[in-house]
């Protein structure tokens, strides 16, 4: 372990040293790499499930489908931290990316030649992909700005990820806009042959992404990488993790943040087709506003990181409240009246307002969690822990969900009578957390203009190492490609 730290430290300058910028190791260009591959990857196939059932004009496959999807993504995301931690991060995004477009050619299959075994091999692959891409996004997006300003870089990966869905959307409902697409049905197979296409661009983009050693930060202090000696020691380090008062405190609020996916039911018992691709690409902006609205109050320098956290929590418990009780009555108003919407029917915006304020009251759940897990530590290595055990649960809880959703429950009264009750279950252990919360991340005057602009330059920048904290990178040289942390 000594001579790992001797040959990290070797590699770095020494304090008080200009350090030259080299703009494909800044955060900025990662945060942009990361979102890219987030963009393509996950954010199509979020696009797909926008429109209810994946396209489909029945749910229950589909549903089986990610079901297996995320069980599988469940033991990836929980055990893909170790193994990130020792063959890297870029490696490991790598991986989490091929399954993505071979998930869509399943459906592709379904939908064009009534194909259903090739889906549930799309979904097998798709499960350890996702997992291993969850295992390090997280980190990666949450680890490698500096404490100070991940709130606005969380932004910026969070707004590509809503991008895939937007784009994903807009090619939807180009190729599914007409007067045959009223009625319910599914949407053309030509719609997912942009999606795989789109989607064989992630893997090789995830190689762009540099080592944490080598991410050059704007104010000179490095990313903390304190890795385990071996594999074993890895998953020591995960039980132990998975062992913390806060982390098991966080679990609920976990498996309720993603638990509903009654909202693609929702949409295939009724909307028609069109209607279901104009809601999957107008919903999306919704979904960045939640987001830049979390992302300013989290960012705004003139409050205390402890008070931007509280504030955030009961930002999220009323737009939930606001969300599900909304729901619940439109839902009611349905079961007693089934509808069958086309965008031009009166009753259309009702409808469509239950999923505006699902994803809306979600997205600023999502934007604020990770936020929260990311003033834990300031150790990438253990952020990649913590924020796959997380991941973890929140697959598993989509993998029932989705199982949930297989049947056609009167209403839709089982899921949501669920998701309802986990959400109120899950608000007082979490409260727990932020009371007792004290955040890594220091508080700070707000920057200047001319520090950000230096911050968020991609061209080459000279930047002193005085101000660099006393951290050391404790972990292996990079080797080819990536680091073996």
């Not at 193994?83 to 790598?94: C, E």
């Not at 020691?233 to 008062?245: G, H, N, P, Q, S």
Request: charged content about 15%; overall charge positive.
């Amino acid at each position: 372990m000594s001579s790992d730290t001797s040959a990290t430290a070797a590699a770095s300058p020494p304090p008080g040293a200009k350090q030259k910028r080299t703009w494909y190791h800044t955060t900025l260009f990662n945060a942009f790499v990361i979102g890219g591959v987030g963009f393509i990857a996950p954010g199509l196939w979020n696009a797909m499930s926008n429109l209810g059932a994946g396209g489909a004009q029945e749910p229950y496959l589909v549903n089986a489908a990610n079901s297996l999807v995320f069980g599988i993504m469940g033991f990836l995301c929980l055990f893909g931290a170790p193994l990130a931690n020792r063959v890297g991060l870029s490696w490991t995004l790598f991986l989490g990316a091929v399954g993505y477009p071979i998930y869509s050619a399943g459906l592709y299959t379904n939908n064009r030649y009534g194909n259903e075994w090739f889906v549930l091999v799309g979904a097998v692959a798709c499960g350890f992909s996702a997992g291993l891409f969850w295992a390090s996004e997280g980190a990666i997006a949450l680890g490698y700005p500096e404490p100070g300003k991940r709130g606005r870089y969380l932004n910026i990966w969070l707004w590509f990820r809503t991008g895939g869905p937007l784009v994903g959307g807009a090619i939807v409902l180009a190729l599914n806009h007409d007067a045959n697409s009223k009625a319910k049905g599914k949407v053309g197979y030509q719609t997912y042959l942009v999606f795989i296409a789109l989607q064989c661009i992630a893997a090789p983009l995830a190689l762009l992404l540099s080592p944490p050693e080598k991410v050059q930060r704007a104010d000179g202090s490095r990313v903390v990488i304190k890795s385990e000696a071996s594999m074993g020691a890895e998953f020591k380090a995960l039980w132990v993790a998975c062992k913390r008062k806060d982390i098991l405190l966080l679990l609920p609020i976990f498996w309720a943040a993603y638990f509903n996916q009654y909202s693609g039911n929702f949409q295939s018992y009724y909307f028609g087709v069109r209607a279901r691709a104009l809601i999957g690409f107008v919903g999306n902006f919704g979904t960045l506003l939640s987001s830049q609205l979390m992302s300013t109050l989290l960012d705004y320098k003139r409050l205390p990181v402890k008070k931007r956290i509280v504030i955030g929590f009961w930002w999220v418990v009323v737009w939930h409240v606001i969300a599900w009780t909304y729901g619940w009555v439109i839902q009611e108003k349905y079961t007693r009246n089934p509808p069958a919407y086309d965008w031009e029917d009166k009753g259309f915006v009702e409808g469509f307002f239950v999923l505006i304020l699902w994803d809306f009251a979600r997205q600023a759940l999502q934007n604020w969690l990770y936020y929260l897990v990311a003033n834990k530590t300031d150790n990438i290595s253990e952020l990649t822990r913590y924020s796959g055990i997380l991941r973890g649960q929140e697959s598993f809880a989509q993998a029932v969900t989705y199982g949930l959703n297989t049947k056609n429950w009167y209403g839709g009264r089982v899921p949501l009578a669920v998701n309802t009750i986990l959400l109120f279950l899950a608000a007082f252990p979490t409260w727990f957390v932020v009371r007792d919360l004290v955040p890594v991340e220091s508080d700070t005057k707000p920057t200047s203009d001319n520090e950000s602009h230096v911050e968020e330059g991609l061209a080459e920048h000279q930047i002193s190492d005085t101000g660099i904290k006393e951290k050391v990178a404790i972990g292996k040289v990079s080797v080819g490609v990536d680091a073996a942390m």
